[in-house]
């Protein structure tokens, strides 16, 4: 049973920083890419970050050079420091785990229950 298990949340104002965790069950962390992502109030959700098994990053335009993803792969979990915070970063950040099925690359996405960040102006 895989389970991801967000933390780290909570009000901060603009300017300030969070640092997002996401800790992992099961064996399967150590060998598969994660990825952040986060809904704002009435959009749709959207990918923020994401790491490869072997620590090779990407970022949404939006928060490349304040956002910084990372993963220990001895404690099976991922992290998201967020510095310079905006109000447009307001919304629940998940965390998503996706697993190959098939040889064709099909996946099955595993998600953290989120964790809602607020930054106030």
């Known amino acids: 049973q895989v389970q991801l298990m967000e933390s780290g949340g909570g009000l901060v104002q603009t300017g300030g920083s969070l640092r997002l965790s996401c800790v992992v069950s099961?064996?399967?962390?150590?060998?598969?890419?994660m990825a952040w992502y986060r809904q704002a109030p009435g959009k749709q959700r959207e990918l923020v970050a994401r790491?490869?098994?072997?620590?090779?990053?990407t970022y949404a335009g939006s928060v490349k050079g304040r956002f910084t993803v990372s993963r220990d792969n001895a404690k099976n979990t991922a992290y998201l420091q967020m510095n310079s915070l905006s109000t447009e970063d307001t919304g629940v950040y998940y965390c998503?785990?996706?697993?190959?099925?098939?040889?064709?690359?099909?996946?099955?996405?595993?998600w953290g229950q989120g964790t809602q960040v607020t930054v106030s102006s």
């Open positions: 998503n785990l996706p697993v190959v099925v098939n040889v064709e690359g099909a996946t099955y996405d595993y």
């Open positions: 790491i490869t098994s072997s620590g090779a990053t």
């Open positions: 099961g064996r399967i962390f150590s060998r598969n890419p």
